[in-house]
């Protein structure tokens, strides 16, 4: 079978959303409404705002408004890998903080323990598997640097476990496979649907007050808080935190550092017990290439394999669209490369194939502020790592809007914002020259070109 025909029954949807225990829509929001706390987005980020605000403090009168249904977006369409880091790994967290990367590990580290005591403590069932993730080589160059960045962890008296060609392919077995590193604690899997659900129900439980297709179409000081517009009505709010991430900001000044990068995934059917038996996988790691251009693939609950990656794509104007979600070129790539990863797979077909918006920055990992005297605060630019990190964004928001100064608040990496992408034209150009640099880069054994190594030199976060 080739991968065209393998595509051929594909649904245009995301799987995790079409699991049957998606919860009904909540109402619209009608008329006015008065709150203590406005949260505004229903993926992770908001969710986590709102349901960490009511335990810090019960008594608090909080609101979310999302434009859709919670976790129709990047919270219920990504790949469930839910990561520890919140530097967007070792790597680009040594590169840009190395004086606090030790603090910045440690808060990662609390963070992922506290999702899942929470998961535990609110009941949410979301299919968490802390199987830790193995990255691995499939070029040469690629083994020598995941040596380096095996040594560099080690020096921050971090766990990781290098794996040789023999010991990886007993773990996972691929032809293309050539060694790996495993971390087994960091990572862990969820099924990222019923994980915003999850935190959905918990809100409501804690009482937070939830309207869904209800976007906020504005901001603006009201008397003492903020008034955000909605179509039918406004809320008006002593405070508010802005969790809409890939979608325009409320906040203008917002928009310069956040572009929308479309990322691609196919999921195949169950695995037979043969099929599986033939690529091992019994640990149930996430995995993901050392690539520039990687694909990250995972099992699911009942052993079907998501394939994911290798296309990030930005469209001219930066626009959010429905229709980008699906791109069939790209599904025939990730369905080939797949095919060549696991030959003995041959038959397998994919059930699901879809697409959306990640919220990417310069620096490739998340900041932080305030705005209107710090009435609003915001979090944004997690690049993919929304599934752990956002929790810790919650967090910082909350912080900055409570005034408090905190271990969270006088890191560097909340202090200090990235680089703002250019206006367009030479926005696309750029990230367009990037994209085909990097492409080179795998080609020709990892060498970055001048255009590379000067976005180096810059602290730009092109480096995957």
Same mark, same amino acid.
């Given at each position: 079978?080739?991968?065209?025909?393998?595509?051929?029954?594909?649904?245009?949807?995301?799987?995790?959303?079409?699991?049957?225990?998606?919860?009904?829509?909540?109402?619209?929001?009608?008329?006015?409404?008065?709150?203590?706390?406005?949260?505004?987005?229903?993926?992770?980020?908001?969710?986590?705002?709102?349901?960490?605000?009511?335990?810090?403090?019960?008594?608090?009168?909080?609101?979310?408004?999302?434009?859709?249904?919670?976790?129709?977006?990047?919270?219920?369409?990504?790949?469930?890998?839910?990561?520890?880091?919140?530097?967007?790994?070792?790597?680009?967290?040594?590169?840009?903080?190395?004086?606090?990367?030790?603090? +910045?590990? !440690?808060?990662?580290?609390?963070?992922?323990?506290?999702?899942?005591? /929470? $998961?535990?403590?609110?009941?949410?069932? =979301? &299919?968490?598997?802390?199987?830790?993730?193995?990255?691995?080589?499939?070029?040469?160059?690629?083994?020598?640097?995941?040596?380096?960045?095996?040594?560099?962890?080690?020096?921050?008296?971090?766990?990781?476990?290098?794996?040789?060609?023999?010991?990886?392919?007993?773990?996972?077995?691929?032809?293309?496979?050539?060694?790996?590193?495993?971390?087994?604690?960091?990572?862990?899997?969820?099924?990222?649907?019923?994980?915003?659900?999850?935190?959905?129900?918990?809100?409501?439980?804690?009482?937070?007050?939830?309207?869904?297709?209800?976007?906020?179409?504005?901001?603006?000081?009201?008397?003492?808080?903020?008034?955000?517009?909605?179509?039918?009505?406004?809320?008006?709010?002593?405070?508010?935190?802005?969790?809409?991430?890939?979608?325009?900001?409320? +906040?203008? !000044?917002?928009?310069?550092?956040?572009?929308?990068?479309?990322?691609? /995934? $196919?999921?195949?059917?169950?695995?037979? =017990? &043969?099929?599986?038996?033939?690529?091992?996988?019994?640990?149930?790691?996430?995995?993901?290439?050392?690539?520039?251009?990687?694909?990250?693939?995972?099992?699911?609950?009942?052993?079907?394999?998501?394939?994911?990656?290798?296309?990030?794509?930005?469209?001219?104007?930066?626009?959010?669209?429905?229709?980008?979600?699906?791109?069939?070129?790209?599904?025939?790539?990730?369905?080939?490369?797949?095919?060549?990863?696991?030959?003995?797979?041959?038959?397998?077909?994919?059930?699901?194939?879809?697409?959306?918006?990640?919220?990417?920055?310069?620096?490739?990992?998340?900041?932080?502020?305030?705005?209107?005297?710090?009435?609003?605060?915001?979090?944004?630019?997690?690049?993919?790592?929304?599934?752990?990190?956002?929790?810790?964004?919650?967090?910082?928001? +909350?912080?900055?809007?409570?005034?408090?100064?905190?271990?969270?608040?006088?890191?560097?990496?909340?202090?200090?914002?990235?680089?703002?992408?250019?206006?367009?034209?030479?926005?696309?150009?750029?990230?367009?020259?990037?994209?085909?640099?990097?492409?080179?880069?795998?080609?020709?054994?990892?060498?970055?070109?001048?255009?590379?190594?000067?976005?180096?030199?810059?602290?730009?976060?092109?480096?995957?």
């Amino acid at each position: 079978m080739d991968s065209a025909r393998a595509l051929s029954d594909a649904r245009p949807t995301p799987f995790w959303l079409e699991d049957p225990g998606r919860p009904a829509a909540l109402p619209t929001l009608v008329g006015d409404t008065r709150c203590d706390l406005l949260v505004v987005g229903g993926g992770y980020s908001g969710l986590w705002t709102a349901l960490i605000a009511k335990e810090r403090d019960p008594a608090l009168d909080v609101v979310l408004v999302e434009g859709q249904e919670v976790g129709w977006a990047a919270s219920g369409r990504n790949g469930g890998f839910c990561a520890a880091s919140l530097t967007h790994g070792f790597g680009n967290g040594l590169q840009r903080w190395p004086s606090e990367l030790g603090r +910045l590990e !440690r808060l990662g580290v609390a963070n992922l323990d506290g999702i899942e005591a /929470a $998961l535990e403590r609110h009941g949410i069932d =979301a &299919e968490w598997e802390r199987t830790g993730e193995i990255d691995i080589a499939t070029q040469p160059h690629q083994l020598d640097e995941l040596q380096e960045m095996a040594e560099a962890v080690s020096r921050y008296g971090l766990d990781i476990t290098v794996l040789d060609r023999d010991e990886l392919r007993a773990q996972v077995d691929s032809p293309t496979f050539l060694g790996g590193v495993w971390d087994k604690d960091g990572v862990a899997m969820v099924h990222p649907a019923k994980l915003a659900w999850g935190l959905k129900e918990a809100c409501l439980r804690q009482g937070v007050r939830i309207y869904e297709h209800t976007p906020a179409s504005a901001l603006r000081e009201h008397g003492a808080g903020m008034a955000v517009r909605t179509p039918y009505g406004r809320v008006l709010a002593g405070k508010v935190a802005l969790g809409t991430n890939a979608f325009p900001s409320l +906040l203008k !000044r917002v928009r310069p550092y956040i572009v929308p990068v479309y990322d691609y /995934a $196919l999921m195949t059917e169950p695995l037979s =017990a &043969e099929q599986l038996a033939s690529i091992g996988w019994h640990g149930r790691q996430g995995l993901s290439d050392s690539a520039n251009k990687f694909h990250y693939f995972r099992l699911s609950a009942d052993n079907r394999i998501l394939w994911g990656g290798y296309d990030a794509v930005y469209r001219f104007g930066g626009q959010v669209r429905h229709e980008y979600d699906q791109r069939p070129e790209t599904f025939s790539t990730l369905a080939r490369n797949f095919f060549q990863c696991f030959p003995q797979l041959e038959g397998l077909r994919f059930t699901n194939a879809w697409g959306g918006a990640i919220d990417t920055c310069t620096r490739f990992s998340a900041f932080f502020d305030t705005a209107h005297q710090g009435k609003v605060a915001y979090a944004a630019g997690f690049t993919g790592l929304g599934v752990g990190a956002t929790r810790f964004g919650a967090e910082v928001m +909350l912080d900055l809007l409570a005034g408090e100064r905190t271990e969270r608040t006088e890191l560097e990496m909340v202090r200090r914002k990235p680089l703002p992408f250019p206006p367009e034209p030479v926005r696309w150009a750029g990230i367009e020259i990037t994209t085909r640099s990097l492409e080179h880069a795998d080609r020709t054994g990892g060498r970055r070109n001048l255009w590379l190594r000067t976005l180096d030199r810059m602290g730009l976060g092109f480096d995957s």
